[in-house]
């Protein structure tokens, strides 16, 4: 696990100093973003049904870039779960970089979101992510509220979850 973290920071690296080679350095904001998902399969018998709560404190960059560290808390729910045991509450930690398509646009947001991150709070339903998602928001002050849609793809350390993928649906707020 701490080998696909190091993984993930040394990937954004790059982001990082493009960021600043372009002067966009001085040009950085502080930004939290708070988001609900739900998240089901929708293709097949669900497995598994999650509601998530994501914060994720990050920095945006004048050039649409961000990145965010995504902390989620998740109540998941198992309708085939045998004998009792039907829901979970899991923690995961990770981290989001995005791009906004539209930066010179004040009033709207079209942001493309890639994160991975891994659970960090002991429970059954132990695993690791990777997740793609699209923001989509319309300024109205100092927040932006968005609606987002995704696909998040579970690799589970224990027996309890399958390594599928997973639909989500949400919405939430950006704050500067």
């Given at each position: 696990m701490k080998k696909s973290i190091l993984l993930i920071f040394l990937l954004a690296l790059p982001f990082l100093s493009?960021?600043?080679s372009k002067g966009y350095?001085?040009?950085?904001?502080?930004?939290?973003?708070?988001?609900?998902?739900?998240?089901?399969?929708?293709?097949?018998?669900a497995q598994m049904e999650s509601y998530d709560w994501t914060v994720s404190p990050g920095c945006t960059f004048a050039n649409g870039l961000s990145l965010r560290i995504p902390i989620?808390?998740?109540?998941?729910?198992?309708p085939n779960a045998e004998p009792i045991k039907t829901y979970e509450s899991v923690g995961t930690?990770?981290?989001?970089?995005?791009y906004d398509f539209l930066p010179n646009?004040?009033?709207?947001?079209?942001?493309l979101n890639v994160s991975g991150g891994s659970t960090y709070l002991k429970?059954?339903?132990?695993?690791?992510?990777?997740?793609l998602s699209l923001k989509f928001g319309v300024d109205v002050g100092k927040a932006i509220p968005f609606l987002?849609?995704?696909?998040?793809?579970?690799?589970?350390?224990?027996?309890?979850?399958?390594?599928?993928?997973?639909?989500?649906?949400?919405?939430?707020?950006?704050?500067?």
């Open positions: 493009f960021a600043q350095g001085s040009k950085a904001q502080f930004t939290v973003l708070t988001e609900v998902r739900a998240v089901s399969n929708i293709v097949s018998t989620d808390l998740a109540i998941m729910t198992f930690l990770g981290l989001n970089i995005g646009k004040d009033e709207y947001c079209l942001e429970s059954m339903a132990n695993y690791a992510y990777a997740d987002s849609v995704g696909a998040r793809y579970y690799i589970p350390y224990s027996g309890v979850l399958k390594e599928n993928v997973y639909f989500h649906f949400g919405f939430g707020v950006w704050m500067f």
